[in-house]
């Protein structure tokens, strides 16, 4: 219900004259086992109306995990599963989000799906099913009326065949309009754009409750692992005025105590001063907190941090992501050991107490040196609070190392890297821990099953699809949920499906291997992909966007924003 993408399209949708789009949610499983005990279908929130009686059925794709939850929602709402099973009056399926740039393992149950920006790709896609109602054409007739609008991929237009040793072999284009690569959809000119100027604030407490404000889309960093970075790419900016407006009408129209600024690197925006002391004149009288996330250690400034707390105090996370300098400068992470300790001890010196140490593990050439590394730099983060005078520290003092387990995604320079398996990430989390001396810090770390499970279904192919029908007869649902996940249940459905799940994570891959992603065009060439790729195995930085163009090739496809 937070998610900043559903309200964008949900507004968008609901202001056109003729269209109708209401929300739906996974429910619980005490209330799942409620609805099939007395056979109600899956309902949409608003109205209540049964969810196959819609046109479509959307799903954002945020996370590879709730593939098992998309699934299990259709067979709620009786529509059948797999696309090619459903009849004239049933609805289209479709997605979009980050986790659509690989489709594949979807591939069996999603009619379409919408790659890029979804403001202009959804009115689109709107208008063709006007055409085609009016047609009185079949079913798969407007499928392919939509093959040609940018950004739409309908997997039964294609077909892939595979190599003996299960590498695929070609993936080719069944239908004369259906293009041989699909090309994201950008928005070029971010305040010309529709924004909503009312959010819908619920009766019970969410997980971001709150306005958000969307500064800018895309990255200047080159982070090699961050698959965000890459396929948001050109940076585009939206100008303080636009955003102060938007700020102002949305004060008025929610009422919400907390403003948030959403973006993928907030320091990184051109115009942040600006932007900041404009929200505090609209913030700091109505006692409205105002939080920067996503502020990079290397631009962490007293003023900053000053500006956050003027109303009240929030967290504060910092992510080195590595334990090493040799380690950043692999996933060319651009930040120094001092950047850190200087960022913490702005911190400390402002009055707080707890900062959050956010890592990641099994990353490409780690070595036991790097992760011994994280424990010391968090004894050195603890250093610098015990250099504050005593009469100045908040007493209330809290370390936080955070550990998740790195998973190679699509378009990003290590999609071709061996993952690390089970047995080698629990076993680094429980050196870690031994390394970690000092009882002011705590540690906490991901369940390593579930990021294996997240790296097979990240790099998957079309098998998988079959894997999820299994493991959805099996009862598998809310994965991303510790309590739910059950290990051993996937290790039945890949079973079942004769699948072997370490085929996608447990292997290098060779360059020249067709990749279940290749025919998505993202902007990114891969020509800049494998040159990163070798450079970080040479330990060699990258500059940023705003230092250097490095010819990632957007420009070439898309421009807009920095790279026009």
Known sequence: MSHLGMKILYHLLNEQKDICCERVFAPWVDMEEEMRKENIPLFSLESKSPVREFDFVGFTLQYEMSFSNIINMLDLAEIPLLSEDRGEDEPFVCCGGPCAYNPEPLADFVDFFMLGEGEEIMLDVMQAHREWKKSGEPRKAFLERILKIEGIYVPCFYDVSYNDDGTIKAFEPNHKDAPKKIKKRIIKDLDSVIYPDKFIVPFMEIVHDRIMLEVFRGCIRGCRFCQAGMIYRPVREKTPETLLDYAKKLIDSTGYEEMSISSLSTSDYTKLKELTDGLLELTEDKKISLSLPSLRLDNFSMELMQKVQKVRKSGLTFAPEAGTQRLRDVINKGITEEDLLRAASIAFLGGYGGVKLYFMMGLPTETEEDLAGIARLSEKVLEQYFAVPKEQRNKNLKITVSTSSFVPKPFTPFQWVRQNGVRELEEKQVFLKNEIKSKKVSYNWHDAQLSVMEGVFARGDRRL????????????????????????????????????????????????????????????????????????????????????????GVIQGFGGGLCG
């Open 465 to 552: 699809s079959k894997v999820l029908l299994c493991a959805q007869k099996l009862g598998a649902k809310f994965d991303g949920w510790h309590e739910y996940f059950d290990w051993n249940l996937w290790m039945q459905a890949f079973a079942d499906a004769e699948v072997d799940p370490y085929f996608y994570n447990l292997r290098d891959r060779e360059y020249s291997e067709i990749l279940p992603w290749d025919h998505i065009d993202v902007g990114v060439s891969k020509e800049f992909l494998i040159n990163e790729n070798e450079k970080a195995k040479r330990g060699e930085v990258t500059p940023n966007c705003r230092e250097k163009c490095n010819g990632c």
